[in-house]
């Protein structure tokens, strides 16, 4: 019986410990495409900083951004759009490598007062850019890679960032 006892306690002391975090990551390297699917209707995945994954663009709230492929005069560029129908991007700077960008990326501590655009247009690897909510929340966003390419005869486009989200709607960005 006392074994018993001390090997429950042994069990609940354990299981007491083991807690779940449901607060979501605020920043990440993350990769999002434009690959169209069919349901009922056609969506696309895009990327979320407040839940840090990727949404369905049918799903409510949906993603903050989405990558498509911009087939106007160049064509074939790759842009990423907000889902908030306001400006809500901002170019920090093109680099000329990684490095360079990832400095940049690191130094940026505030959200100043920029000229909004409606849409990252165009993105490329090494480029640093500040993503503004509907909500006034901010995110800083590092192009890591970016794939621009035909695939099954459609145009594809793929971007892997680099993002830090400040959810509380200051204009200072957190440290990691």
Request: charged letters at 20%; glycine letters at 6%; proline letters at 4%.
């Amino acid at each position: 019986m006392k074994r018993s006892f001390f090997i429950l306690l042994i069990i609940l002391t354990i299981l007491s410990g083991c807690r779940k975090d449901d607060t979501p990551r605020r920043s990440g390297t993350d990769t999002i495409d434009n690959t169209t699917y069919k349901t009922t209707t056609y969506y696309t995945f895009g990327f979320s900083f407040s839940k840090a994954t990727k949404v369905s663009t049918l799903d409510s709230p949906g993603p903050d951004i989405t990558i498509n492929v911009n087939n106007d005069n160049p064509v074939n560029r790759l842009i990423l759009q907000a889902n908030n129908l306001e400006n809500s991007f901002y170019k920090i700077g093109d680099y000329p490598d990684a490095a360079s960008a990832v400095s940049a990326f690191n130094n940026l501590k505030t959200v100043g007062a920029y000229q909004w655009e409606g849409m990252a247009d165009p993105i490329n690897a090494n480029q640093v850019w500040v993503y503004r909510t509907g909500s006034e929340q901010y995110a800083k966003i590092r192009i890591v890679s970016t794939k621009n390419e035909i695939r099954n005869n459609l145009p594809y486009g793929e971007c892997t960032f680099e993002w830090l989200y400040q959810s509380d709607g200051s204009l200072t960005f957190s440290s990691k």
